[in-house]
């Protein structure tokens, strides 16, 4: 069972950029699926969540600017992120959920938003 996160990188202010997390060894359409992400001397906190359904959740101060999306046949879960601010730079790492059981976390992608 493995989630390989990428896409992360340097970004300019007011940027977009898509985040990428595959999953293997299982099938990612049962579970629900989210991103996390974790910025230096903080907490990691949630940005978005989605079931198995697709009913997302996002953090309220992310609200509009990041839309989270999956690809099952891809067996793919995306993070789509425009505007994006200095106070987004951080680890974000993408989590999957069967019903009932714990949870896995992918490896993290750095994203790092400056001029």
């Known amino acids: 069972v493995q989630l390989q996160a990428s896409g992360g990188g340097l970004v300019q202010p007011g940027g977009s950029l898509r985040l990428s997390c595959v999953a293997s060894?299982?099938?990612?359409?049962?579970?629900?699926v989210g991103w996390y992400r974790q910025a230096p001397g903080k907490q990691r906190e949630l940005v978005a969540i989605?079931?198995?359904?697709?009913?997302?959740n996002y953090a309220d101060s992310l609200k509009g600017r990041f839309t989270i999306s999956r690809d099952n046949a891809k067996n793919t879960v995306y993070l789509q992120m425009h505007s994006l601010k200095p106070e987004d730079t951080a680890v974000y790492y993408c989590?999957?959920?069967?019903?009932?059981?714990?949870?896995?976390w992918g490896q993290g992608t750095e994203l790092t938003v400056s001029s």
């Open positions: 989590y999957a959920k069967p019903s009932g059981a714990k949870g896995y």
């Open positions: 060894g299982f099938t990612l359409e049962d579970y629900a």
């Open positions: 989605t079931t198995s359904v697709g009913d997302p």
